[in-house]
């Protein structure tokens, strides 16, 4: 079935590096959504993609939208406790909506 | 203005019995989705509710059933419940198909 693969499953890093996820997907994608999802919260909707080859940036948060739109990813800049959580990214396939599995972005104490 | 609201925040059943969580939208919102995350998984999607009719469904049994009403609030409704039913169940609500605001989800223990 239709599916978008998203990596990695986990990233550890020290506060001030950076955070990068991807998602890729066998598939034409005709939009991408980005989600951040806090420990023992809700998801909170960060940003929707739609053009090929797009970029947005909100503060240290970088999304794109690959040329072929397959796949996408959000890079984090110098990362912040604030930061920690769950990124998804879900695909509306106008069939069903369908998410990634999650980045797990963790600081290392 | 009250975001997505959903009851109960908690519930404990038994194997075989059936359940109804309910979810009322953003105000303005049109159409409510319904997920269900297990612990330490991402939401698996269950439903859409648009115009009180079902526009897209996921990967789930028919034991899973809603209904949106006309105020554009929504039910979700497990028949024949199982242990692995055990998960949160969060409700979306958006205008459209974009920016999807979550409620804080039901917590649903099948035992």
Known sequence: ?109 | DAGVTQSPTHLIKTRGQQVTLRCSPKSGHDTVSWYQQALGQGPQFIFQYYEEEERQRGNFPDRFSGHQFPNYSSELNVNALLLGDSALYLCASSFGRIEAFFGQGTRLTVV
């Not at chain 1, 998203?6 to 590096?17: C, T």
């Not at chain 1, 991807?22 to 951040?36: E, V």
């Open chain 1, 1 to 109: 079935g239709q599916q978008v693969m998203q990596i990695p499953q986990y990233q550890h890093v020290q506060e001030g590096e950076d955070f990068t996820t991807y998602c890729n997907s066998s598939t034409t994608l005709s939009n991408i959504q980005w989600y951040k999802q806090r420990p023992g919260g809700h998801p909170v909707f960060l940003i929707q993609l739609v053009k090929s080859g797009e970029v947005k940036k909100q503060k240290r948060l970088t999304f794109q939208f690959g040329e072929a739109k397959k796949n996408s990813s959000l890079h984090i800049t110098a990362t912040q406790t604030t930061d920690v959580g769950t990124y998804f990214c879900m695909w509306d396939s106008n069939y069903q909506l369908i998410w990634g599995a999650g980045t797990k972005l963790i600081i290392k104490p």
